[in-house]
Each structure stands twice: as structure tokens, then as C-alpha cells.
């Protein structure tokens, strides 16, 4: 029983989570909601191997970081660790190969591998991409924090190029298709931009075992401060975003999605900014990276409003 917990804990169990309700609300909120009445099983089925493939990936990625980072985890979690106590890092590394192989295998028997090769293609680039990113892009400045924050919105723009292939991007496009698009680059955004917030705030709270491994992070090589200005400017851009979203959507007098998004999204990221300037401990940018956490989940929420309002 103890294997499985420390399996679930290294695979970050709720952080899959968060991968399945955006891409299950994205689909039947949003998707489903704009083409009502024209989705079908054989969409269904793919949309499901998607989101499985999607979980897979994250998994795998999440092993293999854990077994890059155990020495810096030692310091920075040293509750939290389970690698070389519980689980093998032998095991480790295999449960990362078995887990990448199946979901790119998936994603293969989700699509069609001649019309939507390029899926296929993305999510080897994905695992590739994690493979590296753990071992050696997220010690450096700023592009570990730009690979994960893509890969974040990548799992809504999946669900979004699943639907279409690159021919119907450029031939007889339906004004349905631009309108689930605008919501596809809306989500995504909102994921990316608030992925780099969270990302270099949980740079500044391993700062301390980042410096001893001589790791290239922003808080390292720019320094707290400077990382903080950095992080103040994406969470100033995010608001200022919805709040111009919001004045859009006036028009459609969508009054409860835009109180919902102003008391769960907007104020608690304009409050995220208020204890970010004064925050000085590690406590406290841990306590900010779970705020973060909770606005994504707001977030990712707000597409509930869409299957009433569409």
C-alpha cells in the first residue's frame, strides 16, 4: 500500500487531474456546447484516448524529473521525496519509458496517423521535450519555465487540433470553428501566461537547494528581486487581459460568468500580486505557489458557464 501511495505521490496524482477537467471541460463545456447535436462516438472515443495519452505523457514527465532532481528535492522537500526510499530509481526511469511509450502509442490509435500525423509527432516532441527539460533546460534561465508553461497550454490546444486538420485551418472555415479557435487561443493563453507566474514563483522557493546544485534559475542568476519584477509584469499582463475580456463580454450581459470571474480570478490574482511584493520566505512563496494553483483551477472552472451561455 505504501508503493502505491508513493507511486501516486510521484506521478502528482492531482496535477493529472487538473490535466483531465480542463481537456473534459473544454470538450463537453465548449466543443460540444458550439457544435451541438454534431459530435459523435467515434469523436468521443477519440477525445477520451486523448485525454489518457495527455495523462500518460505528464506522468512520465513528472517520474522523470523527480529522478533528476532527487538531490535538489532532498533539500528543498526532504518530506516529500520517495524516490531511493520507497520507489527504485531504476524502477523510476522504466515506469518513465513504459508510461511515455504508452501514451504516444495512444495518441497514434486516438487519430488518424495520416491526416493528424503532426499530433502523433507533437506528443513525441512533448516527451522529448520533458526528458530534457528535467535533466538539463529547467537549470537554465527562463526556457525550463517556457517549456512547461507551452506544454501546459498544449493540453487544450490537443483538444483544439484533434477536431481539425491543418487543411480545414485554411479551406471553407466555418464561423462554429472560429469561434471554438477564439476559445482554444483564450484557455491556452490564460494557461501559458499563468504557468511562467507559477513557474517563477516555485523558482524562488527552491532557491535554496537550486544555488547549492548550481542550477541557472532566475532566482539564481538575476537574483530574488529581479525575478519577482519579472513574475509582477506576467501577473500585471494576466490582469489586465481578463479585465479587458470582461469589458467584451458586457455585451452579452454574461453577468454571471463575469462576477465569477471577477471574485475568483481576478482579485485573487490582483491579492497574489499585493503578498508577492512583500513576501521574503520560502513559506510564503510556497503559499503563493498553491494561490496559483487555485486560480488555475478557478480557471479552468470558468468553462463551466460556457454550456449555459452558448
Known sequence: MASVKAFFRLIRLPNL????????????????????????????????????????????????????????DIINKPGKVVLGRIISRRWALAWHFILSGLGILITALAVNPFSRWYLVIANMGCVV??????????????????????????????????????????????????????????????AFVISLIREAVKDIEDLPGDMKYNCRTMPVAWGRNATKVYTAVWLTILIISLIIIQIYVLQF??????????????????????????????????????????????????????????
Open 129 to 190: 521535450l520533458l526528458f530534457f527539460y528535467s535533466m538539463r533546460f529547467k537549470r537554465d534561465v527562463l526556457i525550463g519555465n517556457i517549456i512547461i508553461s507551452l506544454l501546459t497550454a498544449w493540453t487544450i490546444m490537443l483538444i483544439f487540433l484533434s477536431k481539425f486538420s491543418f487543411a480545414d485551418a485554411f479551406v471553407n472555415v466555418a464561423f462554429q470553428q472560429v469561434k471554438f479557435f477564439r476559445f482554444a487561443v483564450l484557455y491556452s493563453g490564460f
Open 17 to 72: 487531474m487538473f490535466i483531465v477537467l480542463a481537456q473534459f471541460l473544454f470538450q463537453y463545456c465548449i466543443y460540444d456546447s458550439i457544435y451541438k447535436g454534431q459530435t459523435s462516438d467515434i469523436d468521443t472515443r477519440q477525445f477520451l484516448l486523448l485525454v489518457l495519452a495527455s495523462v500518460l505523457i505528464a506522468a512520465a514527465g513528472n517520474i522523470i524529473n523527480d529522478y533528476f532532481d532527487i538531490n535538489i
Open 253 to 310: 450581459q454574461w453577468w454571471w460568468a463575469m462576477g465569477y470571474c471577477l471574485l475568483f480570478t481576478i482579485f485573487p490574482l490582483i491579492y497574489i500580486f499585493k503578498k508577492l511584493i512583500a513576501a521574503q520566505k520560502t513559506s510564503e512563496y510556497h503559499d503563493l505557489s498553491t494561490l496559483i494553483k487555485l486560480v488555475m483551477l478557478t480557471g479552468i472552472l470558468s468553462m463551466m458557464f460556457f454550456y449555459i451561455y452558448l
